[in-house]
């Protein structure tokens, strides 16, 4: 492993080929291979079932041909022993194989492939370099069809009665940008569904978005598929709701495969001795959602159930949490701090520039020319060593560039790569490592900006990466060394909002060792759960949030402040300052971070009669009814005849009532289980009443699908309507009226209800005084936006401020909790340190200040405030922490709060909070005078890039 330098050339002299499983057998790899371009570490291996000498006894090409001696055929698999405190299993999933469908002739019809098939054809990565060209006969694909539930919500060939969840999502994503990749104005996409599930924040408007960019979606589901004529494309027969049926040729035909567990994730569950649910999925409960049935044992991901990459990784982030409360005890005492040497001064140092092009694979490549970038950036001004890598972030090349630096004196460094708001952090510390202040790198985002945008005009694409690459130049050669402030953390957390998803992350954080807040605005915890009878998997509530309250309100750690509110907040990450009021008394406290759990609530309805008549309600109304009775049963309990339901002869459900809709053009994702789970409740007391769910789709993703099909074996009635041709509903004496026109029998239906129940939007409680104090951001309905939704989906995007449960987007119990706990997880990361950095990029105040306030207004954050300073003092002599060589960068804020008294010399200025300081610039771009710059962007610097830019 220490030998290689991953040159290839072991795997270009192999002569055995094989089919590549990472592109789906698509394509062919060397027995000799990397499995994936940016593997860690990027090292060859030897597949030892392929190679012919291991099978036969003979070749050894590799061998021969390896420049550094790095193949051993000696090597040999060794197992090894660690002690651990307590173990997370992340196995993931297994693909479906449609191969069992005859039906579909998934490899029989070469123009019929899977949606990872689809995915490695799309992919800049994959075998035609993101060139989309159909199996058959190597044309680019005009008309292309997606085939939806494919291995899911089948329970003859399959055996897979769950919906995968991410299916309906990833044939949109698909649909689109297949658009992206063809060319001309004859482009179709056809997606053939079910019930279109978009469930996810966002999703809903992806899926709309999809419907204006010409995607079409057609409510079917074909039954076989054919070859085209001549064996090109398929040709598709499927009959529509109304019982038309059509025949159709599309130029290829996407299978969107489910997720199903695999034979190594349950041999693992057998090896840890954990309980596998019926679908081979690890067992867990909706309040404990992270535990397997064995302590100490934890799961995440598809492992739980089949989910998205944002659930999946803030249920990462929850198992983390629980792991890390059982070894609270030994946290640190096997840990130790990177150790970084100190950098070398280079403020006496003429320029010397390094450029590294990265090919990133064929992710550049495959448009712009590389090599003629790399030859270009030797020419510019200051630049004395370049290099064109494959992958410019690999381990390998890391070790490169940093000797590199020393070898040729680089101080410092142009990445030409992809974007530095994933990548920066990985080059800086290569440049620390090498002894280079961590901040003398530049990157030219020539693949996000360049390469991704411009695939057909490479020529063009090519000339771009040289004006970028010269920019960036430009700008590093009058960049300077930056240093970060040291702050200390406060390690107490506060936890805005006391329901379930407050309490628990309250807890989570309070079970490691930091003292925690919680702040209720009502006069008791509880929050929507104090309504809720059962859980979606039927598990009782109030025991368990009578006892999450007992825990909370005994915890030595937690301290509870019932009808308080936040009224003002300073300071940042690590240590912020809040004025609360209790009760009507104002409290100032100090704490590190913040997690936001301040809920939502069920909409009110504002049609079908709802406020009219008693029996219109809403979900929760009609659980206080319905619920009550099948509790108390549970508990062996006379339930309370008040308000009890009496068998009724009819109940309906609508669905959507307030969600999809202009005002809320989102999925609420909760009310189509609740309404199943409750039908289903319904029919097993009272079988002999009827039950009629009229929805727009019914969207019981992932194992809740179970009950969609238990709801219509027990005969709950499910009746489909479109937004265009909602229900009508008519209060009458001895009954309510609701009409809707069946799709499949195209008529009108008249329904006699004694119960109308409204599935009624959950709309975000109120964020705006959040929003406003700690300056984070909201979705346009008033949900809290996380940093990012896939790879931050708790962070906020302001530092130190972490998001949980309904006040993020509708989720149910189970969810909520995962939510909470990944939350906590995160903030431990904060609370755990006693000092942290802060970023330097952040604004100074020049001598050109004349204290206008103009910034002071502008500044979102706060951060920027007038005091009074001396006048007469000399601020070129002022002691100065950065290494910036400009007068510009001698600020007042360097005085050191020292008091001068020279006969009234003193006059207004600005100083910066660094705390708060989040660098966006606005404060630079309003001053008049120059006199506030931002570390990292000075107008020199601005004005090199610009000059090179125009050159």
């Known amino acids: 492993m220490e030998k290689c330098i991953a040159c290839g050339l072991c795997a270009e002299k192999c002569p055995k080929k094989v089919d590549d499983e990472f592109n789906m057998g698509i394509s062919k790899r060397k027995a000799v291979y990397i499995k994936y371009g940016q593997a860690v570490p990027l090292k060859y291996a030897i597949d030892p079932e392929q190679c012919i000498y291991l099978t036969r006894g003979k070749c050894r090409a590799c061998e021969k041909f390896c420049p550094t001696g790095a193949i051993n055929f000696e090597d040999k698999e060794e197992i090894v022993t660690i002690d651990v405190g307590s173990v997370i299993l992340a196995p993931g999933f297994k693909p479906f194989d449609p191969s069992v469908y005859d039906v579909y002739g998934y490899g029989k019809i070469e123009d019929v492939v899977t949606s990872l098939d689809y995915e490695r054809l799309l992919s800049a990565s994959g075998p035609n370099m993101g060139h989309l060209i159909r199996p058959s006969d190597h044309q680019e694909p005009k008309k292309i069809a997606w085939l939806q539930c494919v291995g899911s919500r089948n329970n003859n060939r399959c055996d897979n009665t769950y919906c995968s969840s991410v299916c309906c999502m990833y044939a949109i994503k698909q649909a689109l940008v297949t658009a992206e990749h063809l060319s001309g104005d004859d482009i179709s996409q056809t997606i053939f569904f079910m019930d279109l599930r978009s469930h996810g924040k966002d999703f809903e408007g992806y899926y709309e978005n999809a419907k204006t960019k010409g995607v079409n979606f057609v409510r079917a589901r074909p039954h076989t598929i054919d070859p085209g004529p001549e064996g090109v494309g398929v040709s598709i027969r499927f009959t529509t709701e109304t019982g038309e049926t059509f025949e159709e040729l599309f130029d290829m035909a996407v299978l969107s495969i489910g997720l199903e567990a695999s034979g190594d994730s349950m041999a693992l569950a057998d090896t840890f001795g954990i309980e596998l649910d019926m679908h081979h999925f690890a067992k867990t409960g909706s309040f404990e959602p992270v535990n397997s049935s064995r302590t100490g044992v934890f799961v995440t991901g598809a492992f739980q159930a089949p989910k998205a990459i944002p659930r999946s990784v803030a249920q990462a982030s929850a198992a983390a949490s629980s792991a890390a409360t059982l070894l609270a005890d030994a946290r640190g005492s096997m840990t130790r701090n990177k150790e970084w040497p100190e950098p070398r001064d280079i403020r006496g140092e003429t320029p010397a520039i390094g450029v590294f092009v990265c090919s990133c694979g064929i992710n550049i490549s495959n448009v712009v020319d590389v090599e003629a970038v790399a030859k270009y950036a030797a020419t510019l001004p200051n630049v004395v060593h370049v290099e064109n890598n494959l992958f410019t972030c690999s381990a390998d090349t890391q070790e490169l560039i940093a000797e590199k630096i020393k070898e040729h004196g680089l101080n410092r460094i142009v990445i030409a790569a992809c974007t530095p708001r994933t990548h920066e952090p990985l080059f800086q510390e290569t440049l620390k490592d090498a002894k280079l202040n961590g901040f003398m790198v530049e990157m030219a985002n020539i693949r996000n900006q360049n390469a991704w945008v411009h695939q057909r005009e490479p020529e063009k694409a090519t000339q771009k990466a040289k004006d970028q690459v010269r920019m960036a130049v430009a700008k590093i050669t009058y960049s300077s060394p930056l240093n970060q402030e040291t702050l200390n953390v406060t390690p107490k957390a506060l936890v805005v909002g006391g329901g379930i998803a407050g309490m628990t992350s309250a807890l989570a954080i309070a079970d490691q060792g930091f003292e925690t807040l919680i702040m209720e605005k009502n006069n008791t915890l509880g929050g929507n759960a104090l309504a809720l009878k059962m859980s979606f998997r039927g598990e009782i509530v109030k025991p368990m949030l009578d006892g999450l309250i007992e825990k909370v309100s005994t915890h030595p750690k937690i301290s509870v402040a019932t009808e308080a509110t936040l009224k003002y907040v300073s300071g940042s990450v690590g240590n912020f300052k809040s004025e609360i009021s209790i009760n009507g008394t104002l409290k100032q406290i100090q704490y590190g971070v913040a997690v936001m759990a301040i809920g939502g609530r069920e909409g009110v309805p ?28 549970s508990e062996k309990a006379a339930a309370p005849d008040k308000g009890k339901m009496e068998n009724p002869q009819s109940v309906v459900f609508i669905q959507c009532v307030g969600s999809r809709e202009p005002e809320r053009p989102y999925c609420s994702r909760i009310c189509c289980v609740h309404s199943v789970k409750t039908a289903i409740q319904i029919k097993e007391k009272s079988p002999e009443t009827q039950v009629f769910i009229l929805n727009r789709d019914i969207r019981t993703y992932g194992v809740w699908e179970d009950y969609y099909q238990k709801a219509r074996e027990l005969g709950v009635i499910f009746i489909r309507y479109e937004v265009e041709r909602k229900p009508v509903v008519n209060l009458e004496e001895n009954h309510i009226a609701v009409k809707v026109t069946d799709p499949i029998l195209q008529l009108p239906l008249d329904i006699e209800a004694d119960y109308l129940v409204l599935a009624s939007g959950v709309i975000p409680n109120q964020s705006r005084d959040l929003v406003e104090v700690f300056k984070c951001s909201a979705s346009a309905e008033g949900f809290l936006n996380e940093a990012h939704p896939k790879l931050r989906p708790v962070d906020m995007s302001v530092d130190g401020l972490f998001v949980a449960g309904m006040c993020n987007y509708p989720k149910p119990i189970d969810e909520a909790i995962e939510q909470a706990k990944a939350a906590a997880s995160r903030a431990c990361v904060v609370l755990s340190k006693e000092t942290m950095k802060l970023d330097a990029v952040k604004s100074f105040v020049t001598d050109k200040c004349d204290g206008c306030a103009l910034c002071v207004d502008v500044c979102p954050y706060n951060a920027i405030s007038l005091e009074t300073v001396d006048s007469s003092l000399d601020l070129e002599s002022a002691s100065y922490a950065e290494t910036e060589k400009c007068k510009d960068s001698v600020v007042a804020t360097t005085l ?56």
Do not use: W
């Not at 049609?607 to 049963?633: C, K, N, P």
């Open 606 to 633: 504002t049609e079908y009669h709802y406020g009219e008549d008693r029996r219109v309600m809403t979900h929760l109304e009609f659980d206080a009814q319905v619920m009550e009775s099948i509790v108390a049963e």
């Open 896 to 951: 050191n709060g020292e008091s001068h008294n020279l006969n009234g010399s003193f006059h207004r200025r600005i100083v910066t909070d660094s705390a708060l300081c989040k660098g966006c610039g606005i404060c630079f771009a309003t001053c008049p005078k120059e006199g506030i710059m931002v570390h990292g962007f000075t107008m020199n610097e601005l004005k090199a890039q610009v000059t090179a830019a125009i050159a």
